[in-house]
């Protein structure tokens, strides 16, 4: 995990794939940078450092919620946003997303205090895909089942098809279109979260 310094709006990032060569990974790379760029705290983690079990609510009701899903919904809660660059699988959103999601989405309490870690929190969609769509099916699913866990998605999103092209691997966009599309949707996700900062 590595933790921003700056006063600006705290942001998560991740990918939603633990691929060594994900082009999800160089999407997150890409928000990262031009969130900073932006003056957000960022943190950036891999959800390769959270394990998980599939959700099961017998588990859930016999041995708790995971500790690998209290970590992650400890760092959700300390944001004030969310980048997320996730694949598309079948139209839609992968497994390790979705469970990721669902196991956070079950927390009501942390460290003895009331708490729904994805309430509230602003969150922006990215996908990457070698495809002509880039994902796009699959983000406005991920859309409705982030609003269902109480969060507040932004408008603006980046589905970046041709994605090996267009995404270096040290975080670098080689087109103009995709560069544009990823800013504008940062841009939002800072704002968004510097106005609710200014209203509180
Ligand atoms: C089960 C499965 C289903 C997939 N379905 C789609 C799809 O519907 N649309 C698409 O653009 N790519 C699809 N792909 C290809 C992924 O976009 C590709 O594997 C991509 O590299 C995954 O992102 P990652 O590199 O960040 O892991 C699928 C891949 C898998 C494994």
Not at 83 to 95: L, M
Request: aromatic residues 4%; glycine residues 10%; proline residues 4%.
């Amino acid at each position: 995990m590595t933790d921003g310094q700056t006063a600006g709006p705290r942001i998560l990032v991740f990918a939603g794939s633990v691929k060594k060569t994900s082009i999800n990974a160089r999407l997150a790379d890409s928000a990262q940078n031009a969130l900073t760029e932006l003056g957000a705290a960022v943190t950036r983690v891999s959800l390769a450092d959270y394990d998980m079990p599939l959700v099961n609510e017998d588990l859930k009701n016999n041995e708790g919620i995971p500790d690998a899903a209290m970590d992650l919904g400890r760092v959700v809660a300390a944001h004030d946003g969310v980048f997320i660059a996730s694949p598309e699988y079948n139209a839609s959103i992968p497994p390790l997303v979705k469970n990721t999601v669902d196991w956070i989405s079950l927390i009501r309490e942390i460290d003895g205090q009331a708490a729904k870690p994805w309430q509230g929190r602003y969150v922006a969609l990215g996908a990457a895909s070698n495809g002509k769509l880039g994902g796009i099916r699959s983000l406005y699913q991920l859309r409705a089942v982030m609003m269902a866990v109480g969060c507040q998605v932004i408008t603006e999103q980046c589905a970046v098809g041709g994605a090996s092209d267009a995404l270096g691997a040290d975080g670098t966009i080689a087109d103009e279109r995709t560069m544009a599309l990823l800013g504008r949707t940062c841009k939002s996700l800072v704002d968004h979260c510097k106005r609710h900062a200014l209203s509180v």
